[in-house]
């Protein structure tokens, strides 16, 4: 008789419990019923179950003395704890979000300069999507790694074709449109590509175009010319920085334009007139920033420029009469037949290398340029690009001719590692207090002062077309020039260009992968199915 009333209220148990669960799955319609119902329910179901165990305490013992019963416990218990562990780790992940990049080229990774635009973002920033629904989920998945790196990043999605008014609106000519909103202002892009987003991100947030101002007259490089000693490619990354691109010719407009963010004076193959360097002067006291890009005068016959070095070693910068030679071996891998292209992959610690790790640069035919140990005229330069220890300065530029040169420190050959780019900087000291406006006071006397900036590397041709494509020589002359202007936070290794990765195959392999995939693989396995069901019998 007791046993029949405990299975009577083992069964009434579990019904309860199978009612509880369906009671939080479907809420009944009428009105008086309640979640807490439900509750009480589970644990009366749960106690009756508990009390017919314990009532049949004798027979549970007996079904575990059993093997099959011990074997599958281990398997339930295994399931409880692989499913612990599961939960537990999904717990986790929502509050502690990590990715890796396993792919060749890191495609789904953001780049250290983008990376580091996101999360100086002071004000909330966001992306308005124009596409069609059902390419939505390919700008969502790029943009969601924006989202990913900072949380004042939001996104808006609008089909144009389901709400064309907003995109009449918003003037939308084409799909896709990507509107990047921020602080009123509004850059607009065609590509949810990272370059496009940064570059759009860039302009949007720095608010105005600063303009770099290459000077001519001297045999400089030129900016418009494709050619491979031309400076097209790294005008177009200047432009994607948010800067303008102009000439300056000095000796015709005597000063230099009060708007001229940078000025860069780029391998000039004839020293500056005093007139021009007076105005350069002059430019650099009242807080201007000024690239000097100069080439090794190697021929004998060469015209020097005293006037340019003199500039440099005032900032306490030492363009040397040199050429650096790299016997490392790395020039020939980019493809000199020489050693006279240095290669540099260790950097000294400074803002314009930050985060370059192992990024290579290369520098062909370049000269020494150095800080002066001790100072110039109150001025400590810094280098930040450093040559390996397998290079040397050549000092006898006449043994070149021969093409038999080895480190000879009686010649005044310097070993390596040698500098090859060195900065100055310093307070401006020719800079007149901003007048008081509408009663406003001036600016106090401990005011922080515009700072002037010099940077010097010894050679040119790293920047030119035919060399931008070493991997990080237009990732730092931008630096560079980021730096000249104090613009810091867009510093970094920029996003690259998708690569193209398609497999491009012959007529002949095609076949051979079909054939392999559709029967030799199938074969063997059904092969190998045979014969193992062969021996076994």
Not at 132 to 159: C, G, I, Q, W
Not at 316 to 321: E, F, H, M, P
Not at 429 to 450: H, Q, S
Request: glycine letters at 8%; proline letters at 5%.
């Amino acid at each position: 008789m007791a046993n029949k009333i405990l299975g009577i209220v083992g069964w009434i148990g579990t019904a309860l419990v199978f009612a509880a669960v369906a009671a939080r799955l479907y809420t009944p319609p009428w009105g008086f019923w309640s979640d807490q119902y439900a509750t009480y329910m589970a644990w009366a179901g749960l106690a009756s179950v508990l009390i017919y165990m314990a009532g049949q305490w004798r027979d549970v013992a007996n079904f575990y003395k059993g093997r099959g019963a011990r074997y599958g416990t281990m398997s339930i218990v295994s399931i409880v704890v692989f499913l612990g562990i599961l939960v537990a780790a999904n717990y986790l992940a929502t509050r502690q979000s990590k990715r890796w990049d396993f792919t060749a080229n890191q495609v789904y990774s953001l780049s250290d300069q983008t990376i580091k635009i996101l999360s100086e973002l002071k004000e909330p920033v966001k992306f308005v999507v124009f596409e069609r629904a059902d390419r939505v989920p390919m700008h969502k998945s790029r943009l969601t790694n924006f989202a990913y790196h900072s949380s004042k990043v939001a996104t808006e999605f609008v089909d144009a074709d389901r709400d064309p008014l907003r995109a009449d609106t918003a003037k939308i000519e084409s799909l896709p449109t990507i509107l990047i909103e921020y602080q009123g202002r509004t850059e607009r892009v065609t590509s949810s590509e990272e370059l496009a987003l940064v570059n759009g991100l860039i302009k949007v947030t720095t608010g105005q175009v600063r303009k770099v101002y290459f000077t001519q007259g001297h045999g400089e490089k030129d900016t418009a010319v494709t050619e491979r000693t031309g400076y097209s490619t790294v005008t177009q990354a200047l432009t994607r920085e948010n800067f303008t691109v102009e000439t300056l010719v000095l000796i015709t407009q005597k000063t230099v334009p009060a708007d001229a963010a940078v000025v860069v004076i780029a391998g000039p193959s004839t020293d500056f007139f005093q007139p021009e360097m007076e105005a350069l002067n002059a430019y650099v006291a009242r807080g201007g920033k000024v690239l000097v890009l100069l080439d090794p005068v190697i021929k004998a016959d060469a015209p020097a420029q005293p006037l340019l070095t003199q500039f440099l070693a005032d900032w306490g910068i030492r363009a040397g009469n040199d050429l650096v030679i790299d016997a490392s071996g790395l020039g020939q891998v980019l493809g000199s037949n020489d050693a006279s292209l240095p290669v540099v992959v260790d950097y000294p610690a400074h803002a314009i290398t930050a985060g370059f790790g192992r990024v290579m640069t290369g520098y062909p035919m370049a000269r020494s340029m150095a800080p002066i140990e001790g100072g110039s005229n109150s001025h400590n330069a810094q280098p930040f690009i450093s040559t390996s220890a397998q290079s040397w300065a050549e000092a006898d530029l006449a043994s070149l001719a021969t093409g038999q040169v080895a480190l000879n420190a009686d010649k005044g050959d310097q070993a390596g590692p040698v500098m090859l780019g060195s900065v100055s900087s310093a307070p401006a000291t020719d800079v007149a207090p901003p007048p008081a406006a509408n009663g406003t006071p001036a600016a106090p006397d401990n005011a922080p002062k515009p700072e002037s900036r010099v940077a010097a590397i010894g050679d040119s041709d790293f920047a030119s077309n035919f060399a931008i494509g070493i991997p990080g020589n237009s990732d730092l002359f931008v630096n560079v020039i980021n730096w000249l202007g104090q613009r810091e936070d867009l510093i970094g290794i920029r996003a690259r260009e998708p690569e193209d990765r398609r497999l491009t195959l012959t007529a002949e392999a095609s076949r051979s992968i079909f054939w392999l995939c559709l029967l030799i693989i199938p074969g063997i396995v059904f092969a190998s199915g045979v014969y193992t069901w062969w021996r076994r019998r």
